[in-house]
């Protein structure tokens, strides 16, 4: 072979190799700077404002001030519950509808399931959030204001609804994959020992699949955590503690989406704001750990 | 025990009915709400709505959401696909890699509000760029970039072995082997995923939030790109379908214009997720096809 | 259990008459009669895809998890026709399975061998402990598993699991045992002793056994029976087959000229 082209190749070899690896490293890059920023512009609220870290998660007394003198209160206990109980109800609701539905699939009509409901399933979980916050807003929110006698029907309820319905065909394409993955031979041998199908379901299946089921629910978690807009729609927007599941509230992300325009850069809102990002950011962080220790159980499970 | 068998037998049947009815239930609700928003969405337009006017239709920002998420795909694309490839063909076992592994999980779990304001904070504030286009692509480009990114690397670590080990065995280099063979054989899965990413792209709103500000107003056949009015001015600012709807709730006016744009958004989205399902679909047909 | 007793030693545990099974349109089983007696082991032998898994799946109404399949005839056991008279779970409670291959639950062991009796409605501790050590006992791995009893049962060896997943079967006190090719994953020792185990097992149970080796079947069976293409060619005394086969086709076997 001719040294001179042998030389090019190793250089275009070279070439692309190194192309492919700034690609890797950009992504490396891309989240630690996303990470390095939320922690820069969030540990501002203590550092330059001076609030302590139990005052921002531990109290509910939200009076920024809008500016770089600051001397406010950030206490967003409010906005934490609130983006709690919100994604909890809707957790509460969707999960037992969502394993229903993955047995469904997988084990009661394996065949029409594949076919026809899983992709059915998976179209909607890219259906876009305003359009689930928008239609909450204009039938969910008026028909619970009528069902339940309230005066306005913005609400936890509606916004636990909504983010229900959202997370649903995340936490049942993933719980039916888990379910799907469970041996047919750990079926066969229930089968064999007499067991009816609800028993081989529940007493084998639904165990064996357990890790995997809760990684879905915490993905379910960590979108219904995440999702801004359906939720800021549904919600009511007041900032209080919500007393029941018919109270108007606010949560961090319904919060950062309506004031982050208004403040003002560097004030001590905005600080308050950016602390609240990375407080989500952390939540993601912790969710990941948590679907890493579930996946790490299966593993361990399937080696054993 | 006859009647133990007898009573797991009933319990077994309630149980069947249960997961029929609850999977009725929610097949009729998912039903009930695509036809509600599509049908209810298009029975209330008028036909003004459909047009390109600076209020009151959706057309320009229809435009403006295909514009964005094409731009989006510019940035993303290629980075996401050369990173897939990195992870699949070239990343070595390691911390390294098992640490990049670790960030396209955190990027992916991104709540998009946090990566609208670091957007914002990124493209607006230290870039000067102002509320545009090109803010809210890039800012949706983050969003899709993770999913771009595994989509290429499990296309490639899901190729029989047999194809790079045959290209090797001719001689050609790693490269070669990857342009020639691998990435023509998972075109298709990484283009589902490339779609499956437009249609994230076509919903987004609270990544545009900050970003790509509300303008609408544009003037069609206005052709100096360095105008604010020219379409295709990527850094003008620019409303999407999204966005119309998450304003028009704000403003809370003209319900209908908002379910046309809802009903518009949906079947944007639906229409691409269909194509992507059909074309996973033949893939994995195909790909058994060729096994049996 | 009552009944179990009334029954005369030494009868048929099956009676089968013009079996016929399809799946679908493939006719996989043809016109079988056959006679298989109590506490004896019999052994179905055959090529692969000849239908003797699948003839061992009619009798405790496995097949019947399978699409498509259409069956024909009549099996009867202890004078009750398995398809008509009788439910098919309560059917499997006395017709116990042991697949090819080991097939524990990912459970610790003794939730393995308790699960039978629990969706049996057994619930009491003492109750249970008992049963998980004499099926153990029973299954001659006792002494292996008893120090292991809450550890998760994936962690054992092949043959062990085996042996499990046999206990586990035992548990439920069935009167038949049917294994399908037991030991076909299995190392040579654990081998043995599935048949060792399968020889002390036949004092109190019907088995029948699913092989492709030869030298099981007359290791361990007293009948054997050769299924060839969904046909029962020939079936009696496992001695007298192996050594006078009265059909030529089960000579051709036999001596490996085909299969």
């Not at chain 3, 996989?28 to 052994?43: H, R, V, Y």
């Not at chain 3, 006992?137 to 002494?143: E, L, M, N, V, Y």
Request: proline share 4%; hydrophobic share 45%.
């Amino acid at each position: 072979m001719n040294k001179n082209k042998e030389k090019s190749m190793f250089a275009k070899e070279y070439f692309w190799r190194s192309l492919m690896t700034a690609g890797g490293l950009f992504v490396i890059l891309l989240t630690i700077v996303i990470g390095a920023f939320l922690v820069y512009k969030g540990s501002a609220t203590f550092t330059v404002f001076g609030h302590s870290l139990w005052e921002f998660i531990g109290t509910a007394e939200w009076a920024p001030e809008d500016s770089m003198a600051g001397g406010g209160a950030v206490g967003s206990l409010i906005f934490l519950v609130g983006s709690l109980t919100t994604c909890l109800l809707a957790l509460i609701i969707a999960t037992p509808f969502s394993l229903g539905t993955a047995i469904f699939m997988t084990d009661i009509s394996p065949k029409f399931g594949e076919r026809f409901y899983r992709p059915v399933v998976e179209i909607f979980a890219g259906i876009p959030s305003v359009v689930y916050g928008w239609v909450g807003l204009t039938v969910l929110v008026p028909a619970i204001k009528t069902v339940f006698d309230r005066q306005v029907g913005h609400s936890v309820l509606a916004a636990g609804i909504v983010l229900a319905v959202m997370i649903f065909p995340t936490i049942t394409s993933v719980s039916a994959d888990a379910i799907r993955s469970v041996p047919q031979d750990c079926r066969m041998a229930a089968y064999g020992l007499g067991s009816t199908r609800w028993q081989a379901i529940y007493r084998v299946v639904i165990p064996a699949a357990k890790p995997g089921i809760l990684s879905g629910v915490i993905l379910g978690l960590a979108r219904a955590f995440g999702e801004a807009l359906a939720v800021a729609m549904v919600i009511g927007q007041t900032t209080a503690l919500p007393t029941s599941i018919f109270s108007t509230t606010k949560t961090l992300t319904t919060e950062i989406a309506a004031q982050m325009g208004n403040a003002m850069e560097g004030g001590e809102t905005k600080s308050a704001l950016w602390s609240m990002a990375l407080l989500l950011f952390l939540i993601s962080l912790f969710f990941i750990f948590l679907i890493h220790h579930f996946s790490k159980q299966r593993e361990y499970a399937a080696k054993q | 025990m006859k009647q133990k068998v007898r009573r797991s037998q009933r319990v077994d049947r309630g149980m069947t009915f249960v997961f029929y009815a609850v999977a009725f239930f929610f097949f009729a609700l998912l039903f009930a709400f695509a036809s509600k928003v599509i049908l209810g969405g298009l029975a209330g337009a008028t036909p003004e709505m459909f047009g390109f006017l600076r209020k009151g239709s959706i057309g320009n920002q229809l435009f403006n959401t295909v514009y964005l998420v094409f731009l989006s795909l510019l940035f993303s694309v290629p980075i996401g696909v050369s990173a897939g490839i990195y992870l699949a063909m070239y990343a070595k076992q390691g911390k390294a890699t098992r640490f990049l592994c670790l960030c396209i999980e955190t990027l992916s779990s991104l709540p998009s509000i946090v990566v609208g304001l670091f957007g914002y904070l990124v493209f607006l504030v230290f870039f000067g760029m102002g509320k545009s286009l090109m803010a809210g692509a890039l800012s949706v480009s983050i969003l899709t970039l993770p999913l771009i990114t595994k989509t290429t690397e499990d296309a490639i670590k899901d190729l029989p072995p047999g194809y790079f080990q045959a290209s090797m065995g001719v001689g050609a280099t790693k490269w070669q082997s990857v342009f020639h063979v691998l990435l023509p054989a998972c075109v298709p899965r990484i283009m589902t995923g490339v779609i499956l990413a437009a249609g994230r792209g076509f919903g987004e709103a609270a990544a545009l939030l900050y970003t790509t500000g509300s303008g609408s107003d544009l003037r069609w056949g206005n052709w100096d790109i360095t105008s604010p009015t020219c379409p295709f001015n990527p850094f003008r600012p620019a409303e999407t379908l999204s966005i119309q709807i998450w304003n028009l709730q704000t403003n809370g006016q003209d319900r209908d214009l908002a379910n046309l744009a809802s009903a518009v958004l949906m079947i944007l989205v639906l229409v691409f997720s269909i194509a992507a399902n059909a074309l996973s679909r033949r893939i994995s047909r195909k790909n058994s096809g060729e096994k049996s | 259990m009552e009944d179990k007793i009334a029954i005369p030693q030494n009868g048929n545990q099956f009676d089968i008459s013009a079996l016929n099974l399809y799946y679908g349109n493939f006719h996989a089983l043809k016109q079988i009669d056959m006679k298989i007696e109590k506490n004896k082991i019999t052994a179905l032998i055959g090529p692969s895809g000849c239908g003797k898994s699948t003839f061992l799946k009619t009798l405790n109404r496995m097949n019947d998890l399978v699409e498509n399949v259409r069956i024909e005839g009549t099996i009867r056991m202890d004078g009750r026709d398995i398809y008509r008279d009788m439910d098919s779970i309560e059917l499997r409670h006395r017709v116990g399975m042991v697949f090819q291959q080991p097939n524990p639950f990912p459970k610790s062991v003794y939730d393995n061998v308790a699960y039978g009796p629990r969706i049996h409605g057994i619930r009491r501790k003492h109750q249970l402990d008992e049963i998980v050590e004499r099926s153990l006992r029973q299954a001659a791995i006792w002494d292996e598993l008893k120090d292991r009893l809450h550890k998760s049962a994936m962690g054992l060896s092949g043959g062990q699991q085996q042996r499990l997943c046999i206990a586990r079967t035992l548990a439920v006190e069935p009167d038949i045992i049917l294994m399908d090719e037991p030991t076909s994953a299995l190392d040579p020792i654990s081998t043995s002793k599935i048949e060792d185990l399968a020889l002390e097992l036949k004092k109190n149970y019907t088995i029948i056994i699913v092989t492709h080796n030869m030298q099981q079947a007359v290791r361990v069976s007293d009948d054997t029976a050769f299924f060839l293409l969904g046909e029962v060619v020939e079936k009696g005394n496992t001695e007298k087959l192996f050594s006078l086969p009265s059909d030529s086709r089960t000579e051709d076997y036999i001596t490996g000229r085909f299969g």
